[in-house]
């Protein structure tokens, strides 16, 4: 994933806020230090901060990435104070690779017994030894239903609509998700790289592009103004859906979709591991995770946190899909050096007249 998970919306944000201070008068402070969270952008609320701050007397300090690229460069590369990360699933096995995750035990604190073990997917942590499932959410279609005269039900449909209409939309500016979109389409793993399998995605793809007004992150704003028709976004969407709900919408493709997972995880160079540690028992309460979703609108792992979520976002089935939509969404995975091979057909649809 690349970019912002989501951009602030004033309404989650006060309700977010009521739930603060519905909880800040049991916390207090018991324990001093920093910690230093290194996070993707917009992609936790800062009253999740302030409580831990209230609660544990610790001073959180809080910088920012628009990638697991970025992130991984700036680990590597070395003289930081970060102590915790937010890496998707597949970057936290390279990072595993790498030598660079420290072992927290995390799973044998009381608290982890909240989360859902389906969550646990990194393939070198399949016991969350080292890190916790942080936030999930899909990649599918948010849509002006006033522009389309319709609701649609995914990519086909949405296809055959901006056909007949004359109308376009937009995709993510990302590799892999444009082409995991092709993929899809023709029944193979978002994890494929067999030539034949990444060329009937690039076919697919390319042959979109007449309806395609632009690959980007900032199809959102695009949407709402009825520039175009619909975009290929993330579920963090839904807080403009539930703006506007009447004239906007957010769909899981029926053919099925990507998902996406981060996970919170203290780095090995971590110079504040025991506060970082505890930040991680922090976030297991259902309380502080409903807090973070009230304005993040993204799934969580945290099974008794959803209880407490707003109406809104408890009953949403685009943010907590049933299991059938669940067993349609897939996740990348590293592909070490064959992406290179997913890197070169990209290149073919991105220039493609």
């Not at 699933?89 to 660079?100: E, G, R, S």
């Not at 029944?187 to 067999?194: L, W, Y």
Request: hydrophobic content about 40%; some cysteine.
């Amino acid at each position: 994933m690349t970019t912002n998970r989501r951009l602030p919306s004033r309404a989650l944000a006060s309700t977010a806020l009521g739930l603060a201070f519905a909880f800040a008068g049991t916390f207090s402070a018991a324990a001093q230090g920093t910690l230093n969270l290194y996070n993707w952008g917009e992609y936790i609320n800062p009253e999740v901060l302030k409580a831990f701050e209230a609660e544990t007397g610790i001073k959180v300090n809080l910088d920012t990435y628009g990638s697991n690229e970025e992130m991984l460069a700036k680990v590597q590369a070395g003289g930081t104070t970060y102590d915790i990360v937010f890496p998707s699933v597949h970057m936290q096995d390279i990072m595993a690779k790498l030598d660079l995750l420290e072992k927290t035990d995390i799973n044998t604190y009381e608290g982890f017994k909240n989360i859902e073990p389906t969550f646990l997917r990194a393939k070198s942590d399949p016991k969350g030894e080292y890190c916790m499932p942080y936030a999930w959410g899909s990649v599918g279609i948010v849509y002006n239903r006033e522009v389309l005269g319709k609701d649609v039900t995914g990519w086909k449909d949405l296809l055959a609509t901006v056909s007949a209409k004359n109308l376009k939309f937009t995709l993510l500016d990302d590799m892999r998700e444009v082409l995991g979109v092709g993929l899809i389409l023709n029944g193979k793993s978002v994890n494929s790289t067999d030539a034949a399998d990444l060329k009937l995605a690039a076919d697919t793809m390319i042959a979109m592009k007449p309806h395609v007004a632009a690959f980007t992150y900032d199809a959102r704003p695009m949407v709402q103004a009825g520039d175009v028709a619909a975009g290929h976004f993330f579920v963090g969407a839904m807080v403009d859906v539930f703006g506007a709900p009447e004239k906007l919408g957010y769909v899981i493709p029926e053919e099925g979709a990507t998902m996406y997972q981060e996970n919170i995880c203290v780095l090995k160079s971590a110079p504040n591991k025991d506060n970082a540690r505890r930040f991680l028992e922090f976030y297991t309460k259902p309380e502080i995770v409903a807090l973070n979703i009230a304005q993040q609108t993204n799934g969580t792992a945290n099974a008794p946190a959803r209880s407490l979520t707003p109406d809104n976002i408890k009953n949403s089935k685009e943010i907590n899909p049933p299991a059938e939509v669940m067993a349609k969404l897939q996740i990348f995975e590293d592909l070490g050096a064959d992406l290179r091979k997913v890197d070169r057909v990209w290149t073919q649809v991105k220039t493609a007249q």
